[in-house]
C-alpha cells in the first residue's frame, strides 16, 4: 500500500464521510444511487466509442499492410526483373565486343586478300604489257629468219597459258575476297541485330527502375499513412486506458456496505476505513492509469503476474498506479515507483502478506485486491 498520508488528511476525510452517512446519507441515497449509474453509463458510452474508433483505426492499418506487402512483393518481383535485364544487356554487350572482334578479323583478312588481288592485278598487267611489247619483235624475227614458226607458236601457246593461269588464279583470289566481304556483311549485320537488342533491353531496364521508383515512393506513402493512423490509435489508446484506469465508480452506499463488512471482519471503525478509501483512490474511482512493465519496479512483476494468472485476468491489461516522475536529478528522472494495486493500492508483494489473511478471513478463494470487500478487508488487517 501507498506511503500513509497524514493522519490530519484521513481524520478530516473520516469526519466528514461519517457526517454525510449519518446526517444526509438518507437525504441523498436516491440521488447519489442515480448519479452513480448515470457516471458508469457514461464511462461504459465513451469506452465503447473508444474502442469502436481504436478498432476502426486498426483496420484501416491492417489494410495498409496488407497493401504495403504486396507493393513490397512487386518491388521484389522489380529488383529480379532488373537484375535478369541487367545481365541479358551484359550479355548482349560480351556479343557485341565478340562480333566487333570478329568482324575486325574478317576486316584484316578482306585486306590481305585485296592486297592479293591488286598484287596479281599488276603481274597481269604488267605480263600482257611485256606481250604486246615484245609481239613485234616476234613478227619480225620470223620474217626475217631469226625464228622459226614452231618456236613462234610454242612461245604463243607458253604465252597463253601462263595468261590464263594466271587470270585463273586472279579470279579465286577475287572470290575469296568476295566471300570474306559477304561474311564481314553478315557479321556487322548480327552486329547491329545486338546493339539494336542492347537498346531495347536497355529501355525495358529503365522502365523497370522507373517502375520500381513509383512502388518505392508508394511504400514510403503507406508507411506514412500507417505511421498517422498508429498515432492516432495510440492517442485513442492512452485515452481508453485513462478511462479503464478509472475504475467503476463506487456509490456511496456500497462503500458503506464494504466499509461496514470490513470492519464486522477486522474491527476496525467503518468511517475509518472510507477515509483511507477516499485518500488512496477516490472511493476506487481511480486505480491507476500505469502498467507493470513501465511503472512498476522489476523485482515486483513476477508477483504481480502470480496475482493475475490466479485470478484469471491479463497482466499486460490491469491498471497499476502511474510512476511519479518527479526527481530531476534521478537518471530517468523520476526516481521512484507506482505499481500500486485496486481501491486500497497494495504493492504486489505487500498485498501477497496479507492476501492468506484476507481469504481466511473472508472465506473466499482467492482473494482479489481489485476487489472493494477484499481490499478493504486486508486494509482492516493492515490498520487493526
Same mark, same amino acid.
Given at each position: 500500500?501507498?506511503?500513509?498520508?497524514?493522519k490530519?488528511?484521513?481524520?478530516t476525510?473520516?469526519?466528514?464521510?461519517?457526517?454525510?452517512?449519518?446526517?444526509f446519507?438518507?437525504?441523498?441515497?436516491?440521488?447519489?444511487?442515480?448519479?452513480a449509474?448515470?457516471?458508469?453509463?457514461?464511462?461504459?458510452?465513451?469506452?465503447?466509442?473508444?474502442?469502436s474508433?481504436?478498432?476502426?483505426?486498426?483496420q484501416?492499418?491492417?489494410?495498409?499492410?496488407?497493401?504495403?506487402?504486396?507493393v513490397t512483393?512487386?518491388?521484389?518481383?522489380?529488383?529480379?526483373?532488373?537484375?535478369?535485364?541487367e545481365?541479358? #544487356?551484359?550479355?548482349?554487350?560480351?556479343?557485341?565486343?565478340? !562480333?566487333?572482334?570478329?568482324?575486325a578479323?574478317? %576486316? $584484316? /583478312?578482306? &585486306?590481305?586478300?585485296?592486297?592479293k588481288?591488286d598484287?596479281?592485278?599488276k603481274?597481269?598487267?604488267k605480263?600482257?604489257?611485256?606481250?604486246y611489247?615484245?609481239?613485234?619483235?616476234?613478227t619480225?624475227?620470223?620474217?626475217?629468219?631469226?625464228q622459226?614458226?614452231?618456236?613462234y607458236?610454242?612461245?604463243?601457246?607458253?604465252?597463253?597459258?601462263?595468261?590464263?593461269?594466271?587470270?585463273?588464279?586472279?579470279?579465286?583470289?577475287?572470290?575469296?575476297?568476295?566471300?570474306?566481304?559477304?561474311?564481314?556483311?553478315?557479321?556487322?549485320k548480327?552486329?547491329?541485330?545486338a546493339?539494336?537488342?542492347?537498346?531495347?533491353?536497355?529501355?525495358?531496364?529503365?522502365?523497370?527502375r522507373?517502375?520500381?521508383?513509383m512502388?518505392?515512393l508508394? #511504400?514510403?506513402?503507406i508507411?506514412?499513412?500507417?505511421?498517422? !493512423?498508429?498515432?492516432?490509435?495510440?492517442k485513442? %489508446? $492512452? /485515452?481508453? &486506458?485513462?478511462?479503464?484506469?478509472?475504475?467503476?465508480?463506487?456509490?456511496?452506499?456500497?462503500?458503506?456496505?464494504?466499509a461496514?463488512?470490513?470492519?464486522?471482519?477486522?474491527?476496525?471503525?467503518?468511517?475509518?476505513?472510507?477515509?483511507?478509501?477516499?485518500?488512496?483512490s477516490?472511493?476506487?474511482?481511480?486505480?491507476g492509469?500505469?502498467?507493470?512493465?513501465?511503472?512498476?519496479?522489476?523485482?515486483?512483476?513476477?508477483?504481480f503476474?502470480?496475482?493475475?494468472?490466479?485470478?484469471?485476468i491479463?497482466p499486460?491489461?490491469?491498471?497499476?498506479?502511474r510512476?511519479?516522475?518527479?526527481?530531476?536529478?534521478s537518471?530517468?528522472?523520476c526516481?521512484?515507483?507506482?505499481?500500486?494495486?485496486g481501491?486500497?493500492?497494495f504493492?504486489?508483494?505487500?498485498?501477497?502478506?496479507y492476501?492468506?489473511k484476507?481469504e481466511?478471513?473472508?472465506?473466499?478463494?482467492?482473494?482479489?485486491?481489485?476487489?472493494?470487500?477484499?481490499?478493504?478487508?486486508?486494509?482492516?488487517l493492515?490498520?487493526?
Open positions: 500500500m501507498k506511503n500513509e498520508r497524514g490530519i488528511g484521513i481524520i476525510w473520516t469526519m466528514l464521510i461519517a457526517a454525510s452517512v449519518c446526517f446519507y438518507p437525504l441523498y441515497s436516491y440521488v447519489l444511487v442515480a448519479d449509474a448515470n457516471s458508469k453509463q457514461d464511462l461504459k458510452n465513451k469506452i465503447e466509442a473508444l474502442r474508433q481504436i478498432e476502426k483505426y486498426q484501416e492499418i491492417d489494410g495498409k499492410n496488407q497493401k504495403e506487402e504486396s512483393n512487386n518491388i521484389e518481383i522489380l529488383n529480379a526483373d532488373i537484375k535478369k535485364i545481365l541479358q #544487356v551484359q550479355e548482349t554487350e560480351l556479343v557485341i565486343g565478340q !562480333l566487333s572482334g570478329e568482324i578479323a574478317k %576486316q $584484316s /583478312e578482306v &585486306n590481305d586478300m585485296q592486297k588481288v598484287d596479281r592485278k603481274v597481269l598487267s605480263f600482257l604489257q611485256d606481250i611489247e615484245r609481239g613485234g619483235n616476234i619480225t624475227g620470223i620474217v626475217f629468219g631469226n622459226s614458226f614452231s618456236e607458236f610454242f612461245q604463243a601457246e607458253s604465252l597463253e597459258s601462263f595468261e590464263g593461269q594466271t587470270k585463273e588464279v586472279l579470279d579465286q583470289l577475287v572470290y575469296l575476297r568476295d566471300n570474306l566481304k559477304r561474311q564481314k556483311d553478315e557479321l556487322m548480327k552486329r547491329q541485330e546493339e539494336d537488342m542492347r537498346y531495347i533491353q536497355m529501355d525495358q531496364e529503365n522502365s523497370l522507373q517502375e520500381k521508383e512502388k518505392d508508394l #511504400v514510403a506513402k508507411q506514412d499513412e500507417k505511421a498517422a !493512423l498508429t498515432q492516432g490509435m495510440e485513442l %489508446q $492512452s /485515452e481508453l &486506458n485513462v478511462l479503464q484506469s478509472l475504475g467503476n465508480p463506487i456509490s456511496l452506499e456500497e462503500a458503506v456496505k464494504a461496514k463488512y470490513a470492519s464486522g471482519l477486522t474491527k476496525v471503525a467503518p468511517e475509518f476505513l472510507l477515509g483511507v478509501l477516499r485518500v488512496e477516490g472511493l476506487g474511482t481511480n486505480v492509469g500505469g502498467r507493470y512493465k513501465t511503472d512498476m519496479n522489476p523485482a515486483q512483476w513476477d508477483t503476474k502470480k496475482i493475475c494468472s490466479e485470478l484469471g491479463d499486460e491489461k490491469t491498471p497499476v498506479s510512476r511519479a516522475c518527479y526527481n530531476r536529478d537518471k530517468d528522472g526516481g521512484g515507483w507506482g505499481g500500486a494495486m481501491p486500497a493500492q504493492m504486489p508483494s505487500t498485498w501477497m502478506g492476501k492468506s484476507v481466511k478471513t473472508t472465506g473466499e478463494i482467492p482473494a482479489n485486491p481489485w476487489d472493494t470487500k477484499d481490499s478493504l478487508v486486508a486494509m482492516g493492515k490498520l487493526g
